[in-house]
């Protein structure tokens, strides 16, 4: 099995920045990518930003680009999502997915609130 621990939320006001972490542990073999997403109540989950840990490919959800960036640490199996600009409607629980092989991987969440 596959643990990931994501951290680094909380209130922030309108304009600010968050960085959150997600460290995978566990049964670590050969990480295809690792990404961010989110979800707020009565909504589905949708895509933040991905990467893929070979390449360092990434990939954006239009409403971010510009504002979000992923990177990852494949040496420490971490990959980080940098928020910068944030809006009200970034508000929502951010969860960090890793695949490896035909797994997916899912986090606990951490809350991002963007609040004055």
């Known amino acids: 099995q596959v643990q990931l621990v994501e951290s680094g939320g909380g209130l922030v006001q309108p304009g600010g920045s968050l960085r959150l972490s997600c460290a995978a542990s566990g049964r670590i073999g050969s990480i295809y990518a690792m990404g961010w997403y989110r979800q707020v109540p009565g909504k589905q989950r949708e895509l933040v930003a991905t990467i893929i840990i070979s390449s360092g490919r990434t990939n954006y959800a239009a409403s971010v680009k510009g504002r979000f960036t992923i990177s990852r640490d494949g040496a420490k199996n971490m990959v980080y999502l940098q928020m910068n600009s944030l809006k009200p409607e970034d508000t929502a629980v951010y969860y960090c997915?890793?695949?490896?092989?035909?797994?997916?991987?899912w986090g606990q969440g951490t809350q991002v609130t963007v609040s004055s």
């Open positions: 997915n890793l695949v490896q092989g035909l797994n997916s991987y």
